[in-house]
């Protein structure tokens, strides 16, 4: 089955910088790649996402590249505030329908 | 307003006594699953269904049964709970044919304790 890897397991940056998770991927199939913030507390919610056939994605300060070769795929968030430390999940989608995630990364921006 | 509902939110239970999580969606959602989050080891899939009537085993099936008579609900059964299925337990929902997005919709969650 599909196996998702995800590094590092804790970030921390100071406010301002810029913030980079990676996660890569064991399964040539999988074609839709989300990821997911996580707050103290609360559900997972979807931040941004990616299909299999788009290489690069932004919104805003948020932005996700994916690349299909290597099967890895990444968040980049510019500018971080303190609202953006949460834990980030990454996860993959086979054509099987099954929705695979990562262990997730704790990130922390301090002020 | 488009909700994911859990009941119940805590529940703090015995080794081997049944006992149900339900979740309802009223978005009209093919797609529904449920996970279970453990600290260190992320969101694992339980059970997913892509319809009615149509259920699938997730990483983690062990332990646990589902059942999708109506599109709107999509209850957890443990048969015979036992202490390592203490857990924060999410179910989610989401469409299947969004142009090949498919973003997931999380409920609250249910803290569960088997003692």
């Known amino acids: 089955g599909e196996n998702v890897e995800q590094h590092p397991s804790t970030l921390s940056v100071q406010e301002g910088d810029s913030a980079v998770i990676k996660c890569t991927y064991s399964d040539s199939a999988s074609n839709y790649f989300p990821w997911y913030k996580q707050e103290l507390g609360k559900r997972p919610q979807l931040i941004i996402d990616?299909?299999?056939?788009?290489g690069e994605k932004k919104d805003q300060r948020i932005a996700v590249t994916l690349n299909k070769t290597a099967k890895h795929f990444s968040l980049h968030i510019t500018e971080t505030q303190p609202e953006d430390s949460a834990v980030y999940f990454c996860a993959a989608k086979g054509s099987n329908y099954k929705l695979t995630f990562g262990k997730g990364t704790l990130l922390t921006v301090n002020p | 307003e488009a909700q994911v509902t859990q009941n119940p939110r805590y529940l703090i239970t015995v080794t081997g006594k049944k006992l149900t999580v339900t979740c309802s969606q009223n978005m009209n959602h093919e797609y529904m699953s449920w996970y279970r989050q453990d600290p260190g080891l992320g969101l694992r899939q339980i059970y997913y269904?892509?319809?009615?009537?149509?259920?699938d085993k997730g990483d983690v099936p062990e332990g646990y049964k589902v059942s999708r008579k109506e599109k709107r609900n999509f209850p957890l059964i443990l048969e015979s709970p036992s202490p390592n299925q203490t857990s924060l337990y999410f179910c989610?929902?989401?469409?299947?044919?969004?142009?090949?997005?498919?973003?997931?919709?999380f409920g609250p969650g249910t803290r569960l304790t088997v003692t």
């Open positions: 269904s892509m319809n009615v009537e149509v259920t």
């Open positions: 989610a929902s989401s469409l299947l044919s969004s142009g090949g997005y498919y973003e997931q919709y």
């Open positions: 990616i299909r299999s056939n788009v």
